[in-house]
């Protein structure tokens, strides 16, 4: 069954720490994304990233950064964590085909404290 | 640049009983169109897409939408629902052929089955 494989799916973090939040999907797709999902907000798009080495910013970028060493690999780095990014983040990915669709990973629920 | 529009926030409805989720999109390219289920505690799971072709598609869970290009709607429905598809659903939009992968979502609708 193919899928996409978040690190985490509870994680709680200290204000000001680096954290690490790793996808990795087995489908050998090209497109991978970060969004996090708050109540009454739905999805907001963090960033993306059309091939290995490459990222685009997506609609919410601050305080965030990402890396894609790996084709299979996503990784989504928060460089100083703050309350306000305490949030569900989900990661998916889809292949060059538009007509795919995504597929999300379960979920990472962070908790800055 | 595409919008997604989900009508109603929160929608209860009794076992048993047909239920519609409305969702209009706007855009300036021919997109495609989905519909998502996220479950408490996890991800989003595609539940159906509109490609081109027939306007009526169907999808899992027994689930079905209607694409109307006239009203830009995508509403999903289902005859007869169930205790277990207490959920969200959203609505998004990508475009089809140009404007890069990115797919915009709706805001979603809580979906509350009750017995």
């Known amino acids: 069954d193919v899928k996409v494989t978040q690190s985490s799916r509870y994680l709680v973090k200290r204000t000001g720490e680096k954290v690490f939040l790793e996808c990795v999907q087995d489908m050998d797709h090209e497109n991978m994304f970060w969004y996090r999902q708050d109540p009454g907000l739905g999805l907001r798009l963090i960033y993306f990233s059309y091939d290995v080495k490459m990222k685009e910013k997506g609609d919410i970028p601050e305080g965030y950064s990402v890396s894609r060493e790996k084709k299979e690999r996503f990784s989504l780095i928060l460089e100083s964590a703050s309350t306000n990014q305490t949030s569900m983040y989900l990661c998916a990915s889809t292949p060059r085909d538009r007509g795919y669709g995504y597929t999300f990973g379960s979920g990472t629920r962070l908790t800055v404290v | 640049a595409q919008s997604v529009t989900q009508l109603d926030s929160q929608v209860p409805v009794f076992e048993e009983a047909p239920v519609e989720l409305r969702c209009n999109y706007s855009s300036s390219v021919s997109v495609y169109l989905f519909w998502y289920v996220q479950y408490p505690n996890q991800g989003l799971q595609l539940l159906l897409k509109?490609?081109?072709?027939?306007?009526l598609v169907k999808g899992i869970n027994g689930f079905e939408a209607e694409f109307n290009k006239s009203q830009t709607s995508f509403h999903l429905r289902k005859p007869s629902v169930h205790i277990s598809d207490t959920a969200e659903y959203f609505c998004a939009v990508s475009p089809s052929n140009t404007g890069g992968f990115k797919t915009i979502f709706g805001a979603g609708t809580r979906l509350f089955v009750k017995a």
């Open positions: 509109y490609l081109s072709g027939s306007t």
